[in-house]
Nanobody, 117 residues
Framework: QVQLVESGGGLGQAGGSLRLSCAAS????????RGWYRQAPGKQRELVAAISSGGGTNYADSVKGRFTISRDNAKNTVYLQMNSLKPEDTAVYYC???????????WGQGTQVTVSS
C-alpha cells in the first residue's frame, strides 16, 4: 500500500522560508514523476512543482525563482524548499507520486502552510 507522509508545514512569515518533505513507502512501481500541489480556500488544486524520473523540473510561474523541488532517492523522499514566502502561498500542500501506468497516481494527506504578512 502506497503511503505518502508530508511534514514541514506550519506558519511562516512573508519573506521567510519553509521546507516541506514527503516520505514515500510501499511503492512497487516505476515512478514517472513526483510533485507538490497546493489548494487554497475556494480555489482549485494547482501544480506547484514537479520533478521527473529523469530529474527534470517544472514550476508554476508564481513560484519560479522562489521554490525548489528536490529528491533523495535513497530515502524515497521529495522536498520543497520555499523561500521568499508570500501570503498568497498560503494553502494546503499535497505531495503526489505518479507512475507510468494508470491508475498509478497517489496523494499525501496534505500539510497546511500559512504565511503571515
Amino acid at each position: 500500500q502506497v503511503q505518502l507522509v508530508e511534514s514541514g508545514g506550519g506558519l511562516g512569515q512573508a519573506g521567510g522560508s519553509l521546507r516541506l518533505s514527503c516520505a514515500a513507502s510501499g511503492i512497487t512501481f516505476s515512478i514517472k514523476a513526483r510533485g507538490w500541489y497546493r489548494q487554497a480556500p475556494g480555489k482549485q488544486r494547482e501544480l506547484v512543482a514537479a520533478i521527473s524520473s529523469g530529474g527534470g523540473t517544472n514550476y508554476a510561474d508564481s513560484v519560479k525563482g522562489r521554490f525548489t523541488i528536490s529528491r533523495d532517492n535513497a530515502k524515497n523522499t521529495v522536498y520543497l524548499q520555499m523561500n521568499s514566502l508570500k501570503p498568497e502561498d498560503t494553502a494546503v500542500y499535497y505531495c503526489n507520486v505518479k507512475g507510468w501506468l494508470n491508475p498509478q497516481n497517489y496523494w499525501g494527506q496534505g500539510t497546511q502552510v500559512t504565511v503571515s504578512s
